[in-house]
């Protein structure tokens, strides 16, 4: 799928976060396969670095956007889905991430979002190549 090489490609080389691009690339690979098959199509793909805070490490935020926000994305309770081709998108997810959940972005599209917590150490590079503000 075109989204998840473009997303880990540029974790890779435009934010220089390499350990974090395999990660990525399956989560935004699972979270854009699941909005094509059961919501009616991708609306929007969203990479959001988070800074450390005092009640938080530096994360990555990623946000998918689809057409059916009536239809609830669920993980499923088939003890067999891990083994098979279907079922098992959102328990990867939880899997590789430190939370994730949707909310509806006006009346015809849904967000599935997730985190993922970077190393502490990941961002000083980025943050010290920003421009200074005006």
Not at 25 to 33: K, P, R, Y
Not at 89 to 118: E, F, N, P, S, Y
């Amino acid at each position: 799928m075109h989204a998840r090489h473009r997303a880990a490609s540029w974790v890779r080389e435009e934010w220089r976060l390499p350990e974090a691009a395999f990660q990525i690339e399956s989560v935004v690979g699972e979270l854009c396969a699941n909005a094509l098959r059961h919501g009616g199509g991708l609306a929007s793909l969203d990479l959001i670095l988070c800074e450390a805070t005092a009640y938080c490490p530096p994360s990555l935020r990623i946000l998918v956007g689809d057409y059916r926000p009536h239809e609830h994305p669920q993980i499923t309770d088939d003890p067999n889905a891990e083994l098979g081709e279907h079922g098992r998108g959102l328990h990867m997810v939880t899997a590789l991430t430190a939370g994730w959940g949707w909310h509806r972005i006006g009346t015809d599209v849904k967000q599935v979002w997730c985190k993922v917590i970077l190393p502490l150490d990941a961002l000083s590079p980025i943050l010290h190549e920003r421009p200074p503000d005006c």
